[in-house]
């Protein structure tokens, strides 16, 4: 599905540089470039040397590169020229090309190309976005890892599964009168829930996934004064909140990123827990109950030699607990007790245990699942599996209360039909210019 018209872009950000690149796709892609150089062709895959020439002038001496159809980005025809960064150069060889008739592209239209002639599917396209977008290791690995298409090989799994299943059921269709089954209804309970456990894994991961993307939340929480501001200031090598002896002090969240090996961080440092008749300071501890639903990791401020509240620790919420405690400066003895969660004991004023703080947060994550696992970051692909999963749950009801095998093959289509708005099969205009509208110009 190539386009019809030929597209020009910058794909070096705006502004002065060294060296500004424009991208030229389409099927006059080549003679458009080759009516203003000094050569009469370009060597495919070769830079080539030669003189731009604009209304009998040089305007300025290029590389140019001819990337033919079909092996290319888009699948187009592609020409690249690497020019000097000049912005009167840029934009005099953007007036040059579109006067030849090449249009301006819009923001993803190279993507959107390469999606459409079968370069990428749509989560790989999508993938792009993320790997420009990326400023972390942590982000990069990830963007990487679905753009080489291990996530969409889980999809493309996924969909074979449910198409052999759904192909089975409604071969039955077809001998309807001959009362007979192609699927054994046992073997389809044991497919379905196979499936059905593997999309869980899947929609669990998103808020592993998500939190790499976006930066893992960490809420710190505690009583007044033991010692959270401090510990936020520590961590940070900052002083981005108010430390003070008076219990109350922190009225707000307070926030702040961290990077450690490649992961972002969000710090949230909380007012101190307990019963307030203070207006304001409710208001505060209402948004630290807030910061903790948000949380992936909590960090349990408590003082040294003060009795724990072991309940707050072990909450089944999915979200990783770790217990700090904090003041040792203020005393020599600090019992060794297994609280049943990971703890560390530290000195926020005097940085003492900061080190591997920062280490239990990072095991906390489990960086080792951005190489090797699959992981769900995508808020649009979350929506459209938990339809699969939906769209699964009522065929598994269907077969447990024996109704008609079509009725059952609609449920497995409709769960296709939301795999298919992942990987591409199942398009529209408006989901494709709603996912490209946020790529850069360019690219």
Do not use: W
């Amino acid at each position: 599905m190539t386009g019809n018209d030929t597209i020009v872009a910058l794909s070096t950000p705006p502004g002065v540089g060294g060296v500004a690149l424009l991208r030229i796709s389409g099927p006059q892609a080549l003679p458009a470039v080759l009516s203003f150089l000094s050569v009469d062709l370009l060597e495919p895959r070769h830079s080539t040397f030669a003189r731009f020439l604009y209304q009998g002038e040089l305007l300025d001496e290029v590389l140019a590169i001819h990337y033919p159809a079909p092996h290319s980005y888009t699948g187009e025809d592609i020409v690249e020229i690497a020019c000097h960064g000049s912005l009167y150069i840029q934009q005099t060889l953007l007036q040059a090309l579109t006067a030849a008739g090449l249009r301006l592209a819009e923001p993803g239209e190279y993507t959107r190309r390469a999606f459409l002639n079968g370069k990428l599917n749509l989560s790989q396209a999508e993938a792009v976005a993320d790997l420009i977008d990326s400023v972390t290791p942590a982000q990069h690995r990830l963007a990487v890892s679905q753009l080489r298409g291990g996530y969409a090989e889980k999809l493309r799994d996924l969909r074979q599964q449910l198409l052999d299943l759904t192909s089975l059921l409604e071969l039955e269709l077809d001998f309807s009168q001959e009362d007979v089954e192609f699927a054994d209804r046992s073997q389809l309970h044991l497919l379905l829930s196979t499936l059905q456990t593997q999309l869980a894994a899947l929609l669990d991961s998103f808020r592993l996934g998500n939190a790499l993307k976006q930066g893992v939340p960490v809420a710190i929480i505690g009583r007044p004064n033991v010692g959270k501001s401090t510990l936020l200031n520590a961590l940070l090598n900052d002083d981005r909140a108010i430390v003070s002896d008076i219990p109350g002090t922190t009225r707000d969240t307070v926030e702040g990123m961290l990077t450690l090996d490649g992961i972002t961080f969000r710090l949230v440092d909380t007012a101190g827990l307990r019963e307030t008749e203070d207006a304001v300071e409710q208001l505060g501890i209402e948004r630290s109950r807030r910061a903790y639903d948000d949380a992936l990791i909590v960090l349990h401020v408590e003082e040294a030699n003060v009795p724990i509240d072991e309940t707050d620790l072990h909450n089944p919420d999915g979200k990783k607990h770790l217990l700090v405690i904090n003041k040792t400066d203020l005393t020599n003895d600090v019992p060794p007790v297994d609280y049943g969660v990971p703890t560390v004991v530290i000195s926020a004023l005097q940085g003492t245990g900061i080190e591997k703080l920062k280490k239990l947060l990072t095991d906390a994550v489990g960086v080792e699942h951005t190489d090797n696992g699959v992981l769900l970051s995508n808020a649009r692909h979350c929506e459209a599996l938990s339809k699969v999963r939906q769209a699964l749950n009522n065929a598994s009801q269907g077969l447990d209360s024996g109704v008609p095998a079509d009725l059952v093959a609609v449920d497995l289509r409709d769960a296709l039909y939301h795999l298919g708005t992942i990987t591409g099969e199942v398009t529209s205009t408006d989901i494709l210019g709603n996912i490209f509208s946020r790529f850069c110009v360019g690219k």
